[in-house]
């Protein structure tokens, strides 16, 4: 059974940090392009960025809202997909997800951006 | 990028049948993908690559295309299907766009 764990949110100030992990779990982790979205409260779905696997580059995407102060980033070894989040505002309270391909998707954990 | 377009929200009566659009550029060019999501919870695939029904999705959803919209269909509509759903595709780069999300409500 696929799964997939997000862990990491919770409360910081603005011009804080925080990382986010997702471990997964039932496939073949090394293999997979993984992404995060987000939903900030009461909105609708955000994408924030992509990484590749490592035998298609390990190369990464953003969304322009977060390009430059978010990095996302994988341990295969661990099979686990991480988000660290930089210089974050208000704007960026919301659910993180981690999913894999859009098929299978984590639980989400809540982000909360407030002073 | 693109732009994704749905309807806020769209009303049926159980029994019926509800279609929800998803208008832009990307279509037909990339796929579509739709999702359903209920409150509090994550998203579920429910048609992938404009058609297609992942195992475990009842067929009474169903997904169609048309030059630059497409549609999720969901015929016999059942109280359980109240929810938000999104339609989602990709640019060449495989940058994820989604739509604004369209609320279902059942009378």
């Known amino acids: 059974e696929v799964q997939l764990v997000e862990s990491g949110g919770g409360l910081v100030k603005p011009g804080g940090s925080l990382r986010l992990s997702c471990a997964a779990s039932?496939?073949?982790?090394?293999?997979?392009?993984m992404r995060w979205v987000r939903q900030a409260p009461g909105k609708g779905l955000e994408w924030i960025g992509r990484?590749?696997?490592?035998?298609?580059?390990?190369?990464?995407d953003y969304a322009a809202p977060v390009k430059g102060r978010f990095t996302i980033s994988r341990d295969d070894s661990k099979n686990t997909l991480y988000l660290q989040m930089n210089s974050l505002q208000t704007e960026d309270t919301a659910v993180y997800y981690c999913?894999?391909?859009?098929?299978?998707w984590g639980q989400g954990t809540l982000v909360t951006v407030s002073s | 990028s693109y732009e994704l377009t749905q309807p806020p929200s769209v009303s049926v009566s159980p029994g019926q049948t509800a279609r929800i659009t998803c208008s832009g550029d990307a279509f037909p060019k990339q796929y579509a993908y739709w999702y359903q999501q209920k409150p509090g919870q994550a998203p579920v695939l429910m048609i992938y690559k404009d058609t297609e029904r992942p195992s475990g999705i009842p067929e009474r959803f169903s997904g169609s295309s048309s030059g630059t919209t497409v549609t999720l269909t969901i015929s016999g509509v059942q109280a359980e299907d109240e929810a938000d759903y999104y339609c989602?595709?990709?640019?060449?780069?495989?940058?994820?766009?989604f739509g604004g999300g369209t609320k279902l409500t059942v009378l």
């Open positions: 999913t894999a391909g859009g098929g299978f």
């Open positions: 990484i590749k696997s490592e035998t298609d580059g390990g190369t990464t």
């Open positions: 039932g496939f073949t982790f090394s293999d997979a392009s």
């Open positions: 989602q595709s990709a640019d060449s780069s495989g940058t994820w766009v």
